[in-house]
């Protein structure tokens, strides 16, 4: 049954409009009604005068059959809107299908454009929202939120009762600080805690079981390693860090985040450290936080355990190698949430259209199921969480039962390089835990003070050749530029023959970065050294593009 009590005086006041809009001398003809018309036959009144013509003589020939008339059709309407939604290559077409119904429901033609992955619509909501020249729904991720609300880029949705039939952690992600619910959720992600069946008959209860068993599979020459991390520890590890009591942010009596209490270099998150270092100089532990050296370690059988997402289960199962996803992670860690949902546009003049679109067409066990079975990832809609016959999505799904939804906050996007480089500097010994983590965290904090506003940098795969700590930071010191009398940027730089990649950042974290295009979020610019070079780069700010030139 469809639920239009909120629109009901939507409508009213919307047709009220156009009638008095409609009024006057100077009004246009109002339109022919939607219905087909009704033709009346003539009656003929009745006679007792005899006939004039004589009755024909009855014959053998059948009756020719009446000539039916054509049926009036009926008259056009013109769409009283157009809703456009800005969606990924796997969810356009599912959307796409919803459009007709819409249309004969409200009779507003739905617009679906494909904007190719989810990481791209960001960008462009953030440039067209603000001209009108934006989407009326825009698929996205909860840790947008942060940025948009704080630019006034996405409008709170009322779900209308319906907040019960999701998984209350997936509301959670997208309700903001304000307590406004910002995003209908539709899938979830978190890392599953994979074991191999073959080496394994059970999934270990604890971090150091890990180990255990991860000694005695090496001492029997069976595997390299007990387990290995993929690219980004923070993200990738965080079920270990949390297991140890370590966490990003803290939270206030009412589980908003709070910026002002950094864990990084807590004694949980500084322990969990130490546990990972200890187990690469233990050599149970490869030292580089690797995604293809992890998988590949995992599916030819080298680690009887990793931790992994629904995104790689494709290559998993394509890999043949025997597993099966654990139903909790070691010691309870939890591993970050990450939340896909449908956002409005608060500059949309189509709000409570799109609304509706989204409680009364999307939110429905037919097209939740369809989001669930293209998107390999577990739903965020109950019935069809509860319904799924896939054994490791089900397994991920309580794996995250207690997942931490990724912080929403804008000063999640000061977290990201310090706390990776914090955790690999310590794992490659170059510092120790609690050096590494306690720099790690007064570099969050300045950047959330402020302290590296003005900053032009260049976060990229070479700084470790430039004297930072680890690539892709964007508040290493080394890297950034200085200003110029001319109003330009430059860095100059001794790099190794090499390929190297590198972005534009500003401010000292990722919030605004610019790519070889000179736009927000844009491509990596590409850098090949045939030799050994002396680099210098040149930055404007007008442009936000990079000229590069080498000796």
């Not at 070479?462 to 109003?487: K, L, R």
Request: glycine share 10%; with cysteine.
């Amino acid at each position: 049954m469809k639920k239009k009590h909120f629109l009901t005086l939507f409508f009213v006041l919307f047709f009220a409009l156009m009638l008095t809009a409609c009024g006057g001398a100077d009004a246009e003809p109002t339109p022919p009604s939607a219905e087909e018309p009704v033709v009346e036959e003539p009656v003929e009144e009745p006679t007792d005068e005899p006939a004039d013509e004589p009755m024909e003589e009855p014959t053998d020939e059948p009756a020719a059959e009446p000539t039916a008339e054509p049926e009036a059709e009926a008259p056009a309407v013109e769409p009283v809107a157009i809703l456009t939604i800005w969606a990924d290559d796997t969810r356009t077409p599912i959307l796409q299908g919803l459009a007709d119904d819409f249309l004969a429901e409200y009779n507003v033609e739905v617009v679906v454009e494909d904007l190719g992955v989810v990481q791209d619509i960001r960008s462009q909501v953030i440039i067209a929202a603000p001209a009108g020249e934006g989407p009326d729904i825009y698929i996205g991720v909860h840790d947008w939120l942060g940025a948009l609300v704080e630019s006034g880029l996405v409008a709170p949705i009322e779900l209308g009762g319906i907040e019960d039939q999701f998984v209350l952690s997936t509301l959670d992600a997208f309700t903001y600080t304000d307590g406004n619910l910002y995003g209908l959720p539709y899938a979830s992600e978190n890392l599953g805690f994979f074991y191999n069946t073959d080496l394994v008959s059970e999934p270990p209860a604890t971090w150091e079981e890990v180990l255990e068993i991860g000694r005695e599979l090496q001492g029997e020459g069976l595997v390299e390693y007990a387990t290995a991390v993929s690219t980004g520890p923070l993200y990738n590890a965080l079920p270990i860090q949390t297991a140890f009591g370590g966490y990003i942010f803290g939270q206030d009596e009412n589980g908003a985040w709070n910026p002002d209490d950094v864990g990084l270099d807590s004694d949980g998150e500084v322990a969990a450290v130490a546990w990972m270092t200890g187990a690469v100089e233990e050599g149970l532990m490869p030292e580089t936080f690797d995604y293809e050296t992890a998988h590949s370690l995992f599916e030819t059988g080298q680690i009887p355990f990793l931790m992994a997402g629904p995104w790689a289960l494709d290559r998993i199962r394509a890999s043949g190698v025997p597993y099966a996803v654990a139903e909790s992670f070691p010691d309870d860690g939890a591993p970050f949430l990450g939340v896909q949902g449908f956002m409005i546009n608060p500059f949309s003049e189509n709000v409570l259209l799109a609304q509706a679109f989204l409680t009364e067409f999307v939110a429905t066990e037919e097209v939740m199921q369809l989001l669930y079975e293209t998107g390999l990832r577990p739903s965020a809609y109950i019935p069809v969480l509860e319904a799924t016959d896939d054994p490791d999505l089900k397994a991920m799904g309580l794996a995250g039962a207690n997942a931490m939804p990724m912080p929403n906050i804008p000063e999640m996007g000061s977290v990201w390089a310090a706390a990776d480089n914090g955790i690999t500097l310590a794992v490659t010994g170059e510092q120790t835990a609690e050096e590494a983590m306690a720099d790690a965290a007064e570099q969050v904090r300045a950047l959330i003070r402020g302290a590296l506003a003005g900053m032009v940098n260049l976060p990229g795969s070479y700084q470790d050749q430039a004297g930072c700590g680890a690539q892709w930071d964007p508040a290493c010191q080394a890297t950034a530029m200085e200003a110029g009398d001319d109003g330009l940027y430059t860095l100059v730089v001794d790099l190794p023959a090499g390929e190297y990649e590198f972005k534009v950042a500003l401010d000292g974290d990722w919030t605004t970065n610019y790519g070889s295009d000179g736009a927000q979020d844009g491509p990596n610019y590409a850098l090949s050294l045939a030799s050994d070079s002396t680099v210098t780069f040149t930055y404007d700010p007008e442009t936000h593009l990079v000229d590069i030139a080498t000796e």
